[in-house]
């Protein structure tokens, strides 16, 4: 995430990492980052991912030094542009950098529209963390 900052590429976290950033009691097993490239350009983030110790797994997904998995995504299922959606971005800190993350209304929103097997489970603790928080301002 340093490399695309200093590169000045935009991205995102999205997917279940944000939402855990975000408070969803669940576990994951990689790092979803939207960026704000063409897909035919995705050797770019892969070059940088690689420039800094990364091994390829796939055509759009790394394995850092540390073994996280880093999956490059272009396009978001059920959700605007990237520039639309990138202006709605929490800046929360991750990994000691302050990061944009996707809000966790556009997460359940993709998940929606893709509902993959295990969307449905990600939806309903989506749901039960915005409920909870929902409850808690209300008290305040």
Known sequence: MGAFIAEKIRFQLIG???????????????????????????????????????????????ELADGTLVNFIF????LKSFATEFGKARKLRFHGLEIPVMPLALIRKSKLAIMRPKDPAHIHYIDETLRAFKTNRRKR
Not at 20 to 42: M, N
Not at 44 to 56: E, K, S, T, W
Not at 75 to 78: C, D, K, L, R, S
């Open 16 to 62: 279940m990492s944000a939402a855990v950033l975000q408070g969803v009691p669940v576990a994951t097993l990689d790092v979803d980052l939207w960026v704000d490239l063409p897909v035919r350009s995705y050797m770019r983030a892969a070059n940088l991912a690689l420039a800094h110790g990364a091994i390829f797994v796939r055509k759009t997904v790394v």
């Open 75 to 78: 396009e978001v299922t059920g």
